[in-house]
Each structure stands twice: as C-alpha cells, then as structure tokens.
C-alpha cells in the first residue's frame, strides 16, 4: 500500500528528507472511536518536537484507512530511542490497538527534490499516482522525470506535485507523485488551467525533440510494472498541532 504525505510537510525538512509512513485501517464500525482515541494520544505524546501529521484516503481500496506521517528524519535519528517510548508503546496498546486492523503498512520514503515542483504549494487534496518500474530501469525512469521537471519550470506550469522513492532494502522499484490540488477537485478539469489538450507533448518535442517524445512514450509504458491512482486529504484535526 503506498498512501503519502502533503506538500507543506517536505517544507520544514532543514536538509532531511526520509519519512516514516504508517497507514492504520480502523475496523468496521470503530472509525469515530479511533478518532477519538488517537486524538488524546496525539495531545500527549505528539504536539512537541516527536510531531506526527495525519491524512485521510478518500477514494481505491484502501478508501477509509488513514496515512500516519513522522519525519522529516535522518538515518541517525532512527537510532535513537524516545525517552518516554515505553509509555508511548503501552498507551497505543491502551487507546487504539483494539480499534484497528492487525496489519498495517510501515515504510520508509525518501522526498526528491530534483523530481519535484513546486514543492512549497500548499493544499489539503492530493492526488497520487504510484509508479511500480521493472527491476533496472528506475535510474532511466527518473532522470526522464527530471527532464520533465526542467520543462514544466521553463514553462512556469501552473501544476505542482512532489516525488517520492520507496527506500526498503529489496522492494520494488517504486516512485510516488503527490498532485497538491491547492483549488480542489476542479484542478482536474481539462479546461480549468486553460491548456491545450496537448500542450505538454507540444512543448516537450519542441524542447527535446520527437525522438526523445517517442522514447518516454515507451519508457512510461513498457517499462513500467503498474501504475494506480487514489486522492487523499489532510486531516488537521487529527495531527500534531
């Protein structure tokens, strides 16, 4: 499961850029106590320096579950333990353990700078487009997203998202983008930012060539194992203040 984290968060890294990602699924019936209980958790443990930030997804299967976000850290901060974890441990066991389902989804990500644009742009819905590539091809993949990047800057496109590469030993090659939807749903209309149909494919042939254009083409399909879809939103209320 690949569910992420809001523009504004990659704002305050100060250099580092790994994020922890945990996305919990409460159990049929129980969403408004795990609220609740999560809440009183959050005010004693996280509105201090250990802050968390907590989005909701809104749409795919995993429609429902909630995305938990603690970062930005360091490699070196992963070795260190909290002074008050045990008690932390003991009151998630005590508050919400009971709420939720048995498995979740813990994993460790890394924010690309270079891959993103307009990364400061602030929103509360995203739309995000996870990127499985085959074995091999991510170093191809990505530097054909930074070409993208420098083209989208040149044109001062009125888009903005931000990138993500899963960082476990052994995974899948996996790359996200989070589309910040800064004016909501209606960013997705064809005509909101008024846009040619194919003003990108235009402007990329323009800078790069038609060669380059068909060589992405195959790139973004051939060499890619899946690629799925899903929004989500930021919920204030449950995250650290």
Do not use: C
Not at 200 to 227: H, P
Request: proline fraction near 3%; avoid cysteine.
């Amino acid at each position: 499961m690949w569910l992420f984290i809001a523009a504004a968060f990659f704002a305050n890294g100060q250099g580092k850029t790994l994020y922890r990602v945990t996305t919990i699924t409460p159990k049929a019936g129980m969403t408004t106590a795990f609220e609740d209980s999560w809440k009183s958790h959050v005010v004693k443990f996280h509105n201090g320096s250990d802050k968390r930030e907590v989005y909701e997804v809104v749409s795919g299967p995993e429609d429902g579950s909630y995305v938990i976000v603690q970062g930005p850290v360091s490699y070196a901060s992963m070795d260190t333990t909290q002074p008050n974890a045990k008690e932390h441990g003991l009151d998630m066991e005590k508050t919400f353990s009971t709420l939720i389902e048995p498995t979740r989804d813990n994993m460790l990500v890394r924010w690309v700078d270079t891959l993103s644009y307009k990364g400061d742009v602030k929103a509360e819905l995203f739309l995000l487009t996870i990127t499985v590539v085959k074995d091999g091809q991510m170093a191809d993949y990505m530097a054909e997203a930074r070409k993208a990047v420098l083209l989208y800057t040149k044109l001062n496109s009125p888009f903005s998202f931000d990138v993500l590469v899963k960082m476990q030993a052994g995974s899948s090659p996996t790359l996200v983008m989070i589309r910040n939807l800064k004016a909501g749903y209606k960013e997705l209309d064809s005509d909101y930012f008024h846009l040619a149909p194919d003003w990108f494919k235009t402007a990329y042939v323009k800078e790069y060539g038609q060669a380059d254009w068909d060589k992405r083409v195959k790139l973004m399909t051939d060499d890619v194992v899946s690629r799925t879809q899903h929004f989500e939103k930021l919920r204030a209320d449950l995250s650290s203040k």
